[in-house]
């Protein structure tokens, strides 16, 4: 346990399984005033009953903050003008929404006069670090309790029995004891039936997009004007952050795009299996990178594309407010300042095609570029061009004809 007195805490809550009975625990094993913190960071349906639950549960307050606009502005498209993927698959829902989360729980605390912070992240997994890195990273110390690292309650089977025990409504069942994250770049589902990963996930568990095999027959275009590497509009309407992401997501889930079916590797050791929806920032990453693609200058390109696995890999760690993180996101935005245009694509039973894109700052020319005969490009200094940069090379097999004689 946390050491010294602790009379208030500041919970961030869910309103799911694992917070609600964490919410109840704390008021009973530390005898304290537990302050209750829901972020909406695109959750819908899931914060109607929060504060309601909260206060039944045990809560002397709720907060719920409207975060949206916040979490997909500094969070979420911070992230896609560096086109982070972790593993090549992850586009790193959960992972953007913690230090977010963090951040205003620690400004809660701070104006509730808190002694601790808590969580309900589990000692396996990665929430735990993302949450944890970046409480002290704001406050060095504060005092945190981690209540899968402390009770005997080490199953969900467990919580759910100490829920019905203590009469808290929740909405896991024995039939679908999955996890979920939801917010408005995905929805993660983990555990239960999911923990084989030969098992296929079952239809009935997608929310946010249909199947591929189920979307329209008929492709739909769309249009996605760029400003500095932002997305700022969907077919020439203007969209704040927040909405632009929610419009993609609408697109995208008609059209089947955006699951992803992964096994990757947490920070603490082990491989996890877990399924994902994101329709919307599959077809955002995927625009950035064809607008990238007329408006980047090939060597800072390559540069910064060799940053992404380390990018990504801070962001999946939980070193959101790092100094190297910090380092990278500043040379990374100035990487964007010509990254402004529009881009066409295609949507179509789970892909996403890209049909044209245009730029006023495009370094694409026609004029160089044309197989047809053109007056800017003598082809013949290709010769040269070709000999120095094969010259280590015929040196090199030179060297070894001479050897073996």
């Given at each position: ?165 203590h009469g808290i409504d929740v909405p896991t069942t024995p039939q ?230």
């Amino acid at each position: 346990m946390v050491g010294g007195n602790i009379k208030k805490v500041v919970l961030a809550y869910s309103g799911g399984l694992d917070t609600s009975v964490i919410l109840k625990w704390l008021a009973e094993t530390y005898d304290c005033e537990v302050i209750a913190f829901s972020a909406d960071i695109g959750q819908e349906e899931e914060l109607s009953d929060v504060e309601e639950k909260a206060l039944k549960t045990g809560a002397i307050k709720v907060y719920i903050d409207d975060l949206k606009e916040t979490f997909v502005k500094d969070y979420v498209f911070a992230a896609f003008r560096a086109n982070a993927v972790y593993e090549g698959q992850y586009l790193l829902g959960t992972s953007l929404a913690r230090p977010l989360i963090a951040k205003r729980q620690m400004e809660i605390a701070r104006i509730e006069g808190a002694d601790a912070v808590s969580h309900g992240a589990t000692g396996k997994g990665n929430d735990q670090v993302r949450f944890e890195l970046s409480y002290l990273a704001i406050d060095p110390d504060i005092k945190i309790i981690a209540p899968w690292r402390e009770w005997d309650l080490n199953s969900r089977t467990a919580l759910m029995a100490f829920a019905e025990k203590h009469g808290i409504d929740v909405p896991t069942t024995p039939q679908k004891p999955y996890s979920t994250d939801r917010n408005l770049l995905h929805i993660s589902y983990e555990g239960g039936i999911l923990e084989d990963p030969w098992q296929e996930p079952t239809e009935d568990m997608f929310t946010l997009s249909v199947s591929p095999q189920d979307a329209p027959d008929k492709p739909e275009i769309i249009e996605i004007t760029f400003e500095k590497g932002d997305p700022v509009a969907i077919n020439n309407n203007s969209l704040s952050p927040a909405n632009l992401l929610k419009e993609l997501n609408r697109l995208g889930g008609r059209h089947g795009i955006g699951r992803a079916d992964i096994v990757e590797n947490r920070f603490v050791g082990m491989k996890s299996r877990g399924v994902y929806e994101t329709p919307g920032g599959t077809i955002l990453r995927f625009a950035h990178m064809n607008m990238e693609s007329i408006t980047m200058d090939r060597e800072v390109m390559h540069l910064r594309d060799s940053l992404i696995p380390k990018y990504s890999e801070l962001v999946y760690n939980g070193f959101w407010f790092s100094p190297e993180m910090k380092l990278m996101q500043d040379m990374i935005d100035g990487t964007q300042e010509n990254v402004s245009g529009v881009v066409r694509l295609e949507l179509y039973k789970g892909s996403c095609r890209v049909l044209g894109r245009k730029s006023m700052e495009s370094l694409y020319s026609e004029d160089f570029a044309t197989f047809e005969d053109d007056s800017v490009y003598s082809q013949k200094d290709a010769e040269g061009f070709i000999r120095l940069n094969a010259l280590r090379l015929r040196i090199q097999k030179m060297i070894k004809n001479r050897s073996r004689r």
